[in-house]
């Protein structure tokens, strides 16, 4: 069945994102003009949710969650995700970063793709697929994390750490989000692992994946560790309760 963009909702978590947030709330409107746009802010201190509050007069379709727990890239995830699985509307949803590192334009073809499948991937790792900006050593050592967390878990994906997904809301309803423990990185391959054991038909569509246009990247060398330790954590059912 085919998903249309009025019963979409694109995700979108920000920290310190006042550089691009605007860009990214246009474009977006601009290519989809009947989408929903969820911003989830994690305590900006560069006023990037006050950015979003004064666009919101000229989108009806543009909505501010403001957290105010502790800062966490996965929480902001599911708390934008209990919030839009409430709405009736809402067949599909879709995660990206508010950097340009995942071009907009691409979500149509990722909706089309929900036809077919529950989860569609913007994926990096297949063929047709690309990496802009990066040195040797970090596609290396991307790759080379992918491969081994497909090992370990047995994920039936080329890019099991990508951030570019859409999901049928069933399908994302279906999975215990208050399981989901890990944060950071390590919260996408979780959030993909729960989805497979759901038997969840998975997809990837190639894209080319961009290095970040404004403002500082968010990964560190901490977060490529909490990912590393993560497929071991949930395979050994170590995770418990407990956040990486």
Avoid at 182 to 201: I, T
Wanted: glycine content about 8%.
């Amino acid at each position: 069945m085919k998903i249309a963009t009025r019963n979409a909702a694109v995700v979108v978590p920000t920290f310190n994102e006042a550089e691009n947030v605007a860009k990214i709330v246009e474009t977006i409107f601009r290519l989809y003009p009947e989408i929903h746009l969820l911003i989830v802010d994690d305590q900006s201190p560069d006023g990037t949710a006050g950015i979003v509050r004064g666009l919101q007069p000229g989108h009806p379709n543009l909505e501010l969650l403001a957290r105010s727990g502790a800062p966490s890239f996965g929480r902001s995830y599911l708390d934008g995700f209990r919030l839009l699985l409430a709405k009736e509307w809402c067949q599909a949803i879709v995660t990206m970063d508010a950097d340009f590192s995942h071009d907009p334009a691409v979500i149509a073809r990722l909706l089309e793709l929900l036809e077919t499948n529950d989860v569609a991937l913007g994926s990096r790792y297949v063929a047709g697929g690309s990496v802009g900006n990066w040195a040797l050593g970090r596609r290396l050592l991307s790759r080379a994390a992918n491969s081994y967390v497909r090992a370990v878990l047995g994920l039936p994906i080329r890019d099991a750490t990508c951030g570019f997904m859409c999901m049928r809301a069933g399908a994302l309803a279906a999975i215990p989000l208050d399981a989901i423990v890990s944060d950071g990185y390590a919260f996408l391959v979780e959030l993909k692992y729960k989805l497979a054991r759901q038997g969840c038909r998975f997809r990837e569509n190639p894209i080319r994946f961009e290095e970040r246009r404004e403002g500082q990247s968010k990964m560190s060398m901490g977060k490529i560790w909490e990912s590393a330790w993560l497929p071991w954590r949930i395979r050994l059912g170590a995770i418990g309760r407990q956040r990486l």
